[in-house]
């Protein structure tokens, strides 16, 4: 293998020429047109990244040149690529201006890469990229200095404008929406919901090409992220504070640090247990009627929660197994599942953590749905199960083997109407997990009156 003479960012100088700089893009900003001075015949576009080639050492750099090259360049070189830049200029940054609108870098200069003397590719060196690659993960602030979404939260205006680093899990990513802006270019805004346990939901605006394209492609729900330099502002439209990524933001995924570890953990638990999933959708707006099938083939399609109602008959309903399957304690302050007996929360990243531990109990067990196209099994939950079953988890306790068994009855083989959540999971053999929301038996004509409505529908 040839040995490469290229430059370490930290050991660039403006006196150097012939530079060559080997690193990882971790950042990179939309294209912006400048349009011509006097003196110029062509308008000039730019964008610009930051590369990394230490753990602790990147440079920003600026793309200079045509419509065409600019285009060609930024769709040629993504984030997470190892790049090779020759002949680039090593200018001395303006503090100012780059402060604004620029990553915050360690070095005091920024490299300026222009169209005809400048080349970028790139790198082969497979060695090189094994020693670059890891670096992506390192946040580029100190991995101590973040706020938590509790702490956003609690601050109420104080932190209205400022630039703060931000560690958080994803808890979903909206759709991309396209708009015209007030100058008539096309525009676009994308929302993503972030978590961690302190809170529940707290919206992370994109509002340029490049920040949602590295969501898109790298970050999914559970993902857990270092954000810096996000800003933060207090949204009226959802009465409380954001945080919009923007110029001088850069996203770390998946970053390396203890304390991401413990949230990746915390937020796969929460995920999976629906427990983030606290039901936001009042039960009048959903209508919709199914069949397990459709209901199924629904939750297939859709990334998104589905809701429906289904007509069925309770086909599994263990109220008279083992107490300990038909009631669960959980954590109050993160609703981890607690082992009975256990007078510890043991959820690492719990907010209660240090503090006197307390707990709720309540129903958590299976309910079985089904009818001619199939059976769906549910998670039927408190307060749903108790007004279903009209007695609290105290009252059940307190039942005889004789009479948890009449209740059961009561509600086996008999037909019912549920208003149904479902969202995806990659913890269940079947991909997604069904809660129910609201449960009542109902009489056979109005049963009979929805299931010919969804036959007439085959
Ligand atoms: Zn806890």
């Known amino acids: 293998m040839a040995a490469m003479n290229y430059n370490w960012i930290s050991d660039l100088n403006p006196k150097l020429s012939n530079t060559m700089v080997i690193g990882i893009i971790i950042g990179k900003t939309d294209i912006k047109h400048s349009p011509a001075r006097k003196d110029a015949r062509v308008d000039r576009f730019v ?81 090189t990229k094994d020693r670059l690659l890891p670096l992506i993960h390192i946040p580029v602030k100190d991995s101590k200095d973040f706020y938590n979404l509790g702490d956003i939260q609690a601050s109420g205006n104080n932190l209205e404008g400022s630039f703060i680093n931000i560690l958080a899990a994803v808890k979903g990513i909206g759709e991309m929406k396209l708009f015209q802006k007030s100058d008539g270019c096309p525009g676009q805004r994308m929302e993503v919901k972030l978590f961690d346990g302190f809170v529940s939901s707290f919206s992370l605006l994109c509002w340029d090409r490049e920040a949602i394209k590295q969501v898109q492609t790298s970050v999914c729900k559970g993902t857990v992220i270092f954000i810096a330099d996000a800003k933060i502002t207090f949204d009226s439209f959802r009465n409380g504070m954001t945080a919009t990524v923007n110029s001088k933001t850069i996203i770390t995924v998946s970053p390396d ?29 959903i209508s919709a009627v199914y069949t397990v099938a459709q209901l199924k083939g629904k939750i297939q399609e859709s990334p998104e929660t589905v809701y429906g109602i289904t007509i069925s008959f309770i086909t599994g309903f263990d109220l008279d ?53 199939g059976t769906l099994q549910c998670n039927l939950r408190s307060p749903v199960a108790d007004a279903m079953l009209g007695c609290t988890t105290e009252q059940f306790t307190c039942l005889t083997e004789n009479d948890r068994s009449a209740l059961k009855w009561k509600f086996l083989l008999e037909t019912c109407k549920a208003y149904v959540k479902m969202f995806r999971s990659t913890r269940t053999k079947s991909g997604f997990r069904a809660v129910i929301l609201s449960c009542s038996l109902v009489d056979t004509d109005e049963a009979t009156q929805h299931t010919s409505a969804l036959l007439n529908e085959d």
């Open 257 to 285: 640090m203890q304390e991401a570890d413990l949230l990746y953990r915390y937020a796969a638990e929460m995920l999976e247990s629906g427990a983030l999933e606290q039901d936001d959708m009042p039960l009048e707006s």
């Open 47 to 127: 964008f610009g990244f930051t590369v990394k080639d230490s753990p602790d050492f990147f440079i920003n750099v600026l793309v200079l040149g045509s419509d065409s090259f600019i285009n060609t360049m930024s769709n040629s070189y993504n984030i997470g690529d190892v790049v090779t830049i020759e002949n680039a200029l090593v200018a001395i940054k303006d503090s100012e201006k780059e402060e604004r609108f620029c990553p915050t870098t360690p070095s005091p200069y920024r490299l300026i890469l222009s169209e005809f003397h400048s080349q970028v590719h790139h790198c082969v060196d497979m060695h």
């Open 321 to 373: 197994s083992s107490v300990s399957k038909v009631i669960k304690t959980r954590c109050t302050n993160c609703k981890f599942q607690v082992t009975e007996g256990m007078q510890y929360c043991s959820n690492q990243l719990c907010p209660g953590k240090g503090q006197v531990f307390s707990s709720t109990t309540g129903f958590d067990l299976l309910m079985d749905l089904s009818d001619r196209t």
